[in-house]
């Protein structure tokens, strides 16, 4: 299965699974614009990056609330601010 994070304004807000097959059945980095065209023709608009679940590429799973770093093309855990 290929895992595709929803990004709106640098922060994960959906992650969706679709079919390997549906990635032409390939591997990262071919897969991805396949599986971004698959995902649009079904009407889903928006920002798709893929993800892998076992954090091979772009430094880790994306989770809801993660960041994606356009810079440095990896998902990132949101800064959180530590009130003493």
Known sequence: MAHFA??????????????????GGGE??????????????????GEWRQTSFNA????????????YDEILDEFVSPITEVVE
Do not use: M, T
């Open 6 to 23: 929803l990004i709106k304004n640098g922060v994960v807000v959906e992650i969706n699974v679709i079919n390997n097959a549906d990635c």
């Open 28 to 45: 990262f980095p071919e897969s991805e614009p396949i599986g971004q065209e698959f995902i649009k023709s079904l009407g889903i608009a």
């Open 56 to 67: 091979n590429f772009r430094g880790k799973y994306a989770g809801v609330g993660d960041r």
